[in-house]
């Protein structure tokens, strides 16, 4: 069974940039699609980004499209996401997921696409 670790949240003012990583453990996750997702309080988990397990395809939310960029690196069996001009609505808890697609190409992004998740990572902006 998979372990995921999150890390490199904190507190940082808007404008500025956070990189989180999720560590795998248990198993590889180079047949595994990787994803992102968020939970600001009161509001349910929401997609975040998303990325193919050959690394090659990735996919994002509107609302953070062109500022966060998702990666991986399989021999270090860990996912990143690299957060730029951070805003106050980015205010959340980061879970990291993994996944099987069935593809090396397809990206997922549906909450029950994932099998496993990490714990969170808190992340918050100030204005």
């Keep these: 069974q998979v372990q995921l670790v999150e890390s490199g949240g904190g507190l940082v003012q808007a404008g500025g940039s956070l990189r989180l990583s999720c560590a795998a453990s248990g198993r590889t996750i180079t047949q595994y699609s990787m994803g992102w997702f968020r939970q600001a309080p009161g509001k349910e988990r929401e997609f975040v980004a998303a990325i193919s397990w050959s690394g090659g395809n990735t996919d994002y939310a509107d609302s953070v499209r062109g500022r966060f960029t998702i990666s991986r690196s399989n021999a270090k069996n860990t996912s990143y996401l690299q957060m730029n001009s951070l805003k106050p609505e980015d205010t959340a808890v980061?879970?990291?997921?993994?996944?099987?697609?069935?593809?090396?190409?397809?990206?997922?992004?549906?909450?029950?696409?994932?099998?496993?998740?990490?714990?969170?990572?808190?992340?918050?902006?100030s204005s």
């Design 94 to 125: 980061y879970y990291c997921a993994t996944g099987r697609s069935g593809n090396p190409f397809k990206v997922i992004s549906g909450p029950t696409e994932f099998d496993a998740w990490g714990q969170g990572t808190q992340v918050t902006v």
